[in-house]
């Protein structure tokens, strides 16, 4: 026969001690924007930090994961351009992504609005305050303008529904 328990409130021993259950989110934090940047560097020019692509959490154990989540809605005004991302933490690259917009052999012709999903689990085996971002450059040494969140939704007149990260913590 199994037992249950039942509480109101689960808190750690002392003010200070968090519970930490493996497996669970422990926090969650995310940042929502709607600026608009226009993207004319390429890989050799340099990556670009974009508005909205990054957010700070604090872990409350050295075991956690941190979940990072970006959606964001971008589209080229010169068509045919390859886009790339790099994921950070802390400015150190975790992971880079080429030729974000050409992957399942998807181009976005002049004008079009195309959602991106990027999606990363580190390990940060840390409780200090982490920064995690996104970059983003043209392809190679691909020359043109990208944009992120564009209100007018370039020549097609989508309206993007802006770029939102989020961080969870997830217990180890």
Do not use: C, W
């Not at 689990?121 to 969140?149: C, E, K, M, W």
């Amino acid at each position: 026969m199994g037992s249950t328990l039942t509480v109101d409130n689960i808190q750690g021993a002392t003010a200070a001690a968090k519970v930490v259950i493996p497996g669970h989110v422990l926090q969650f934090v995310h940042n929502e924007d709607y600026t608009q940047t226009v993207i004319t560097q390429n890989q050799t020019t340099g990556f670009v930090n974009v508005t909205g692509f990054s957010k700070a959490i604090t872990p409350i154990s050295t075991s956690s994961k941190i979940y990072l989540r970006v959606v964001f809605h971008a589209g080229n005004i010169t068509a045919g351009l390859g886009i790339d991302a790099r994921i950070q933490r802390n400015g150190s690259t975790l992971k880079h992504i080429t030729n974000l917009n050409h992957r399942g052999g998807v181009t976005i012709a002049s004008g079009n609005q195309e959602t991106h999903v990027l999606e990363y689990i580190d390990s940060p085996s840390s409780t200090s305050a982490l920064t995690y971002n996104v970059q983003i450059a043209h392809r190679t040494t691909n020359t043109g303008t990208f944009t992120i969140n564009d209100p007018a939704g370039g020549t097609v007149g989508a309206s993007p529904g802006g770029t939102i990260l989020t961080l969870m913590e997830i217990g180890g």
